[in-house]
């Protein structure tokens, strides 16, 4: 795509992007953190909230997005970037290509939920906008962080079975 050779992505956004995810870490969440950023300004910021607020709706894209709108007044986010660490789901891919995103740029590969071409493709839906996509940006850094967090939970599993996993007790004599 000729855009994408003349597209640079900025490395403040996304590193912006990544301390939004490692907020997210230590309040438990999964990491994952998302910045719009219009002419170098940031409009929106958002981190992954679902575990706090109990939400299925509360991605960081959704969060930066909405503030984004807040900011601008309006819902068309027309000539606005999209950082996010994580490729984004359905839900958050949706929502860029609704609010007429210019371009996506994110981190890390979603292999099981991403749609900007990994899993699915939510953005060249014929008769849609089209966001323009930047993929694989800081992606060591947006993985690391990710693999971190899951290989964490696994091994608190491992010192904390849950009842399931334990041996059955021994019958009383
Ligand atoms: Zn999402």
């Not at 992505?9 to 870490?25: D, I, K």
């Not at 986010?77 to 994580?86: E, F, P, S």
């Not at 929502?95 to 979603?110: L, P, S, T």
């Not at 693999?147 to 849950?162: M, V």
Request: with cysteine; hydrophobic share 40%.
């Amino acid at each position: 795509m000729r855009g994408e050779l003349a597209f640079l992505p900025q490395r403040a956004p996304m590193l912006r992007a990544l301390e939004l995810a490692r907020e997210a870490e230590q309040a438990g969440e999964v990491p994952v953190g998302a910045v719009v950023v219009r002419e170098g300004a940031v409009l929106g910021e958002g981190r992954n909230r679902r575990e706090s607020a109990q939400s299925a709706l509360a991605h960081a894209e959704i969060e930066a997005i909405h503030q984004a709108c807040q900011a601008l007044g309006t819902w068309r986010l027309a000539g606005c970037q999209l950082y996010v660490t994580l490729e984004p789901c359905p839900m958050c891919a949706g929502a860029a290509v609704n609010a007429r995103i210019q371009r996506i740029i994110y981190g890390a590969d979603d292999p099981a939920a991403g749609c900007c071409g990994t899993a699915a493709d939510v953005i060249s839906l014929p008769g849609t906008h089209q966001a323009e996509l930047y993929r694989g940006y800081m992606e060591e850094e947006c993985r690391t962080l990710l693999s971190r967090f899951f290989q964490s939970l696994r091994a608190a599993k491992t010192e904390n079975p849950t009842p399931s996993t334990l041996p059955p007790k021994s019958s009383p004599a």
